[in-house]
């Protein structure tokens, strides 16, 4: 069965440091989208991403973060400078299209822990 | 803020019960509604979807959706340990695109 995958699964780094986080989502979706969940809280939206654009971002994702689809099969996300605030688990997900064919489909995610 | 609501639990139900989970969501344009079901330390996994008002049946789970009282409920028959994690509702609140936003999980513990 097809499926998302993400790497690393865990990293630590030191505050100000920069981290790219990588995904390759399903091979025949077209939507992809960034999710992250700070221990023991909500799933939180972060960006969607479609036709090699952002479609959507929330208050989260701000000038620190940046997302890109360097080639065709790849999706990362980038923290400019990570705060402390910034550990979490980050999810990739990725979906065939909207609506009834909008069922997103999550990676098994890469834990950040800023220091 | 659009809002989806979840009673935390936990809920324990022995085995072989059926266990019933509630969301509520404050969008009342929402169209698209998710369970996810999450186990500690794990990744949100896709089990039911539901789009129209009514009941929705895969296999031990059915999913209800009531627009006018903007509720989903998700069943789960014959409950198994295996069973036992947190379960997330998902609400599609936008109706062109995706964005999903989630309740904070119902803990479930199925007790043999």
């Known amino acids: 069965e097809p499926e998302v995958t993400q790497t690393p699964s865990h990293q630590v780094t030191q505050m100000g440091q920069e981290v790219i986080l990588r995904c390759v989502p399903i091979s025949n979706h077209l939507y992809f989208y960034w999710y992250r969940q700070i221990l023991g809280q909500k799933v939180e939206f972060l960006v969607s991403?479609?036709?090699?654009?952002?479609?959507?971002k929330s208050e989260i994702f701000d000038d620190q973060f940046s997302v890109e689809r360097p080639d065709g099969s790849n999706f990362t996300l980038k923290i400019r400078s990570t705060k402390l605030e910034d550990s979490a688990m980050y999810f990739c997900?990725?979906?065939?299209?909207?609506?009834?064919?909008?069922?997103?489909?999550f990676g098994e995610g890469s834990r950040l822990t800023v220091l | 803020q659009k809002e989806v609501e979840q009673n935390s639990g936990p809920l324990s139900v022995p085995e072989g019960a059926i266990a019933s989970l509630n969301c509520t969501y404050s969008?009342?344009?929402?169209?698209?509604f998710f369970w996810y079901r999450q186990y500690s330390g794990k990744s949100p996994e896709l089990i039911m979807s539901?789009?129209?008002?009514g009941d929705k049946e895969d296999g031990r789970f059915t999913a209800q959706l009531n627009k006018a009282s903007q509720y989903v409920s998700l069943l789960i028959r014959d409950s198994q340990p295996s069973d036992s994690a947190t379960y997330l509702c998902a609400v599609n609140v936008r109706e062109y695109g995706n964005k999903l936003v989630f309740g904070a999980g119902t803990i479930l513990r199925v007790k043999s």
């Open positions: 969008d009342r344009g929402s169209q698209s």
């Open positions: 539901i789009y129209s008002n």
């Open positions: 991403f479609y036709n090699n654009e952002i479609s959507e």
């Open positions: 997900a990725s979906s065939r299209g909207q609506g009834s064919t909008g069922e997103l489909f």
